[in-house]
C-alpha cells in the first residue's frame, strides 16, 4: 500500500509529472478524436455510395447502346438476390444561368422504379426543409431571425409529396406544357440562387456526337443525398424526356439492380456473366459492357479513405508514443534528484523490487490521469465537432472540413469503444514500460552510494 502512496506523492508534488499528465491528456484525446473521425467518414461514405448508387448495375461500353427491352429486365430480375430492376440514361451536360456556365450530369429515370433500386425516397426534400435550407437557415447565427424562419417553415409542409413530385418529373408540369421537368440537388440551389419552380438552361449532346439545341428544364422538387458533390452536379429527369432531349428513343445507358443484400454483390456479378456468356441475357452489343458493384463505381474513393484512415491512426499513434516519453523523461530525473530518498527508503529494508514497484506506480498513474482525462476530452469533442466547426468557420472563415473537398455536409463521428479500450491498454502498458528503466537504475543503486550523493 505503501507504494501506491509514495507513487501518487511523487507523481503529485512534481510539476514536471503534471506536464506528463497534460501532453499524454492531449495526445489521447487526438488518439480519440481523429480515428472516430475516419470510422465515421468510412461508414458515411458506404452508407451514402449504398444510398446514392444501386447494389449492382451494367451498362454497355457504347454510349446509349443498351436496348430498353422488357426480356433484358425480366433476365436480370431471374439472377440471384435480384430483388428489383430499373433502367436509366446517363450523359454529361452545360447548365447555363445568368453569366454562369457550369457542367452537370444528366440522370434520366422511372422514379418509382429508381425509388425501388437506391433511397431516392429518402433523398427527396420537404417543403420545410428546401425552405430552411435555401435561406440559410443551418448557418443562421442570429437567434431573433433563426426564430423567425422557424415560425415560417411552420407554413410549410413536413413532409414531400412523393407521387407528385414523381408524377410531375415523369409526365410534365400540367401548367408548363411542353417544358420538361427535373430534381436537382440543394448544392445546385444554392450555387445559382435558385427556388423550386425556377426554369434552367441546359445542353448537351446527342446520341450522334452532335450538340443539341438550349432547352429549359423547370425544377419541380430538390433532393439531398449528403454528398456535395451528387448534390451540385448531378440533374435527374425522367427517362423519356432524356431519351428525347438526346435522341435516343428505345435505348439506355443500362440497367440498376437492388439486391436483397449488397454483400452478395460479387456473387451476382458473377452470376449475371455467366448469363450472358450462356446466352440466357441476350444483350446485342457490339463494344461490349461493363459490370459493377457499388463499390467498383467509387472504388479509388473508398480506397483513398481506407489508406487515409491507417495513415491517421499511425500518425495519431506516434503523437501518444510521443507523450509517453514524457513519462521517462519524469521518472529519469526523477532518478537523479531524488537519490538521497531513494537510499534511505532502501537502507530502511526496502527491496529492489519494492523501488521498481514504485516507479511503475507512477508510470501507471501517470498514464491512467492522462488516458482517462484525454479520454473524455476526446468523447466530448467528437460529439460537438461540426459546432466547433462551424463557430471556426464563423469567425476565420475557414472549415476544416470543406464540404467540396470531402463530399460530405458534415463531419460524420464514430466513437468505437472496443478500439478506444484497445488503445486504453496499449497506453497503459507504454506507460508501465517507460517507468522500467528509471525503475532499474534507481533499485539496483547501492544504498551506501545513494546516502553518500549528498
Not at 40 to 57: A, C, M, N, P, Y
Request: proline share 5%; charged share 20%.
Amino acid at each position: 500500500m505503501y507504494k501506491l502512496f509514495l507513487a501518487w506523492r511523487y507523481l503529485t508534488g512534481r510539476p514536471l509529472a503534471l506536464v506528463a499528465v497534460a501532453a499524454l491528456m492531449l495526445s489521447f484525446a487526438v488518439l480519440v478524436v481523429a480515428p472516430s473521425v475516419m470510422n465515421g467518414f468510412q461508414v458515411e461514405f458506404h452508407k451514402r455510395i449504398r444510398g446514392t448508387l444501386s447494389d449492382l448495375s451494367i451498362a454497355s461500353a457504347r454510349p446509349f447502346e443498351m436496348p430498353e427491352r422488357p426480356e433484358i429486365e425480366r433476365a436480370l430480375a431471374r439472377l440471384p438476390h435480384v430483388k428489383a430492376v430499373a433502367p436509366y440514361l446517363e450523359n454529361p451536360a452545360l447548365d447555363k444561368h445568368l453569366n454562369k456556365i457550369d457542367y452537370c450530369f444528366m440522370r434520366g429515370i422511372d422514379p418509382a422504379r429508381e425509388a425501388q433500386v437506391s433511397e431516392l425516397d429518402g433523398y427527396i426534400m420537404s417543403e420545410r426543409d428546401l425552405f430552411l435550407e435555401v435561406e440559410g437557415f443551418q448557418e443562421e447565427r442570429d437567434p431573433e431571425v433563426k426564430q423567425s424562419l422557424a415560425l415560417l417553415a411552420e407554413e410549410y409542409a413536413e413532409k414531400p409529396d412523393l407521387e407528385r413530385i414523381y408524377r410531375l418529373l415523369r409526365d410534365g408540369h400540367p401548367e408548363q406544357p411542353g417544358v420538361p421537368t427535373c430534381l436537382v440537388g440543394i448544392y445546385y440551389l444554392r450555387a445559382f440562387d435558385l427556388r423550386v419552380g425556377d426554369t434552367i438552361l441546359l445542353t448537351t449532346a446527342s446520341a450522334e456526337g452532335e450538340v443539341a439545341q438550349d432547352r429549359e428544364f423547370l425544377i419541380v422538387g430538390a433532393f439531398r443525398t449528403g454528398m456535395s458533390e451528387k448534390d451540385r452536379r448531378v440533374v435527374l429527369t425522367g427517362l423519356r424526356t432524356l431519351q428525347g432531349f438526346v435522341g435516343v428513343a428505345g435505348r439506355v445507358s443500362g440497367y440498376s439492380m437492388a439486391l436483397s443484400d449488397y454483400r452478395l454483390a460479387d456473387e451476382t456479378k458473377a452470376a449475371l456473366r455467366d448469363g450472358i456468356h450462356r446466352g440466357e441475357v441476350d444483350l446485342p452489343l457490339e463494344r461490349g459492357f461493363y459490370v459493377r458493384t457499388w463499390e467498383e463505381h467509387n472504388e479509388n474513393l473508398l480506397r483513398a479513405v481506407a489508406m487515409e484512415k491507417a495513415l491517421i491512426r499511425m500518425m495519431t499513434f506516434l503523437i501518444v508514443l510521443a507523450a509517453i516519453a514524457t513519462i521517462f523523461l519524469t521518472l529519469f530525473m526523477a532518478v537523479h534528484t531524488k537519490v538521497r530518498e531513494f537510499g534511505i527508503l532502501r537502507a530502511l529494508g526496502g527491496t529492489p523490487p519494492g523501488v521498481l514497484g514504485l516507479f511503475v506506480g507512477q508510470g501507471i498513474w501517470i498514464a491512467l490521469a492522462g488516458m482517462g482525462l484525454g479520454m473524455g476530452l476526446g468523447v466530448l469533442f467528437a460529439s460537438y465537432i461540426n459546432e466547433i466547426a462551424a463557430w471556426q468557420q464563423q469567425y476565420t472563415g475557414w472549415h476544416p472540413f470543406p464540404p467540396d473537398v470531402y463530399y460530405l455536409d458534415k463531419i460524420p463521428t464514430r466513437i468505437d469503444l472496443a478500439e478506444n479500450l484497445q488503445n486504453f491498454v496499449i497506453t497503459l502498458l507504454f506507460g508501465a514500460m517507460a517507468a522500467l528503466f528509471p525503475g532499474l537504475l534507481a533499485a539496483f543503486r547501492p544504498p551506501l552510494r545513494a546516502l553518500r550523493h549528498e
